[in-house]
């Protein structure tokens, strides 16, 4: 897998896709190759989902980030409580609104039968839940009668790289990707209309409350669904679980958060286009938005594509009012919709604006774009079955989506592999931050912030106990000499062979004020086979950063059939480093596989 780091062989991925599609496309037009169908059919199925996960694969690392270190230290009070009351408190504890009781329970599995957290596995294991996913709406159109065929294009919306903080984030990829499963499952439960499945909607439903806090939407949506099918025996112990899973949530060692914010009615139309922006989020790419004050395309696409899941919505809802007998694929992709849109719902009460969304570029956390992925995928099953008997406008609908969904694939690893990619190599630099500084390169504003809590020992005495016990592994890729050490013992008195450039600009931070933008630029003469490293060597300090290889320009894409170019590049903001006079070197493995630094020649100034 280590082979797809250096080069994720994307060109090798968009040119068999295009071939087997074309082939595909072929059996309907010539008899003699018809028996190929099936298999070119079943192929354009599997490839997408096997490249999202060896890319995956490549690019994940066993060491914590951010609010993993949150679930981790769980691991340790969980294994430290010392009564069943203090375990209760440990895997409910409350994180924000959230309380994330399956993502705790897998940890705490993996932990007994492993003696260890695995932070790759743990990515993964929230992946796969996405195949569930893709099962649950392949079964819908399979109910209605409509060939595997058409499903062909669905997994090219789900496994991409538009979601990419959620598919390569322990925490996020643990707690979407399972709680959409999930509140999926609970309407799939209910929409079968019988008492098997009424108790796999509640299992599913109760699942979904303790996986995020927007999981307490099952609870309504089913309420809704077992209301308009007149079960009401059903809907009476639906209502009594409820009450009984919310007095435990909101009562049991729980604290209310208030939000200081505006109130959403204040700014309607703003969080009108806001909430639509949510619900049309797969088309958030992967550039620059923070406070750029344009108006930003992809956000303008994003809000009009949410008017359109508005309209297909609300056709589906009034469609099963007026039939007689709705399927269960009617309910449970009513119910699969009006979770999501919930979810895009409080996510705007929760954080209403009073500005156009798509001015200024109003970020969403790219973990939320997976909820825009998922209900894309829903409504296209939806026109699928609602056209199922028009073969000629069903046949352009595939169409339609079959071109969309792989271009937006193919646009979604273009652009954010490169970021897969830098996220991976700040991981591995972690522990040298953290063993020299008490610092993190991924997290915090500044050089002197201590990871999440900036409380002078709990994060120590956190990776300590975490290291003792075996929970994690943070240091496994330590194997640097100590930063006062570093260039003493690496320099290898030869210059760099290659170009190395620094520049600064000013551009506006999460605060809206600008701030001085630091970025390095180095181009070696030799092509590299690993990961090297920018160092910075000052009086007092050595930092090191990653030198992050840049995506070739689409032109020499094609022409060179190799995604990333021999440029290398790293940015951050001023605040990030401590001021001073550094002196630049490259330091990377020589043929004994030890470290060695090449002096550049250049200085840059801190200031």
């Not at 989020?281 to 899941?309: Q, S």
């Not at 809206?512 to 086979?529: D, G, H, I, R, S």
């Not at 001073?580 to 250049?602: N, Q, V």
């Amino acid at each position: 897998m280590k082979l797809f780091l250096e080069d994720p062989h994307l060109f090798e991925y968009y040119s068999l896709v295009v071939v087997l599609l074309l082939l595909f496309g072929a059996t309907f037009l010539i008899e003699k190759i018809k028996s190929w169908r099936q298999w070119t059919g079943i192929g354009l199925i599997v490839l997408p989902v096997l490249y999202f996960f060896i890319l995956l694969d490549a690019h994940l690392v066993n060491i914590p980030y951010t609010d993993d270190f949150n679930l981790l230290e769980t691991v340790q009070k969980l294994r430290n409580s010392e009564s069943f009351t203090g375990m209760l408190k440990a895997l409910f504890e409350q994180v924000n609104q959230h309380r994330f009781g399956f993502e705790r329970i897998v940890m705490l599995v993996m932990f007994v039968l492993t003696g260890t957290v695995n932070i790759k596995t743990q990515i993964i294991i929230g992946d796969l839940f996405m195949l569930g996913i893709g099962y649950l709406f392949y079964r819908s159109l399979k109910r209605e009668g409509i060939s595997w065929y058409w499903f062909i294009p669905v997994p090219y919306i789900l496994f991409n790289l538009v979601y990419f903080e959620n598919a390569y984030w322990g925490i996020a990829a643990l707690q979407n990707t399972p709680l959409i499963f999930f509140a999926m499952l609970t309407a799939y439960g209910l929409a079968r209309e019988d008492e098997k499945g009424f108790r796999i909607g509640l299992v599913a439903a109760l699942l979904t409350t303790f996986t995020s806090g927007s999981g307490l939407l099952a609870w309504i949506v089913g309420m809704i669904i077992l209301a308009f099918q007149k079960r009401f025996k059903n809907l009476f112990w639906w209502i009594a679980a409820s009450v009984a899973v919310l007095l435990f949530y909101f009562f049991f060692d729980y604290q209310f958060v208030s939000s200081p914010g505006e109130k959403v009615w204040n700014h309607p139309f703003f969080n009108v286009i806001f909430v639509m922006a949510f619900w049309g989020n797969a088309l958030y790419l992967d550039v620059r938005h923070p406070l750029v004050p344009v108006f930003h395309k992809d956000m303008i696409a994003c809000v009009v594509l949410g008017a359109g899941i508005t309209f297909i919505f609300a056709a589906w809802a009034l469609r099963i009012l007026l039939a007689r007998k709705p399927t269960w694929s009617e309910w449970f992709l009513l119910g699969t919709m009006m979770f999501i849109m919930g979810t895009g719902a409080m996510f705007v009460i929760s954080r209403p604006i009073n500005n156009y969304v798509m001015y200024g570029g109003t970020v969403f956390s790219r973990r939320y774009m997976i909820f825009g992925i998922v209900l894309v995928a829903a409504c296209y099953v939806c026109v699928l079955i609602v056209l199922k008997n028009f073969k000629a406008w069903k046949k352009l609908a595939a169409i339609v989506a079959t071109a969309f969904f792989i271009g937006l694939n193919f646009v979604s690893y273009f652009t954010s592999i490169v970021s897969i990619r830098k996220l991976h190599d700040d991981l591995v630099i972690d522990s040298y931050f953290w063993k020299n500084y008490k610092t993190f390169l991924t997290v915090g504003d500044l050089f002197t912030d201590i990871p999440f809590w900036n409380h002078p020992t709990r994060m120590r005495d956190l990776i300590i106990g975490l290291e003792s016990d075996g929970i994690t592994d943070f240091y496994q890729f330590y194997d640097m000499p100590a930063q006062q050490d570093l260039i003493r013992q690496t320099g290898s008195g030869k210059p760099f062979e290659g170009s190395f450039d620094a520049r600064s600009q000013y551009r506006n931070g999460e605060s809206n004020l600008p701030a001085k933008y630091f970025q390095f630029f180095v181009t070696p003469e030799k092509a590299q086979k690993e990961t090297f490293y920018i160092v910075l060597e000052s009086e007092q300090h050595t930092i090191v950063l990653p030198a992050v290889p840049e995506s070739n320009t689409v032109s020499d894409f094609l022409q060179k059939a190799s995604y990333y170019s021999n440029n290398y590049q790293y940015s951050l903001y001023k605040a990030k480093l401590p001021e001073g006079k550094y002196r630049a070197w490259i330091m990377s493995r020589g043929e004994s596989g030890k470290w060695e630094s090449a002096y550049t020649g250049k200085q840059v100034l801190f200031y």
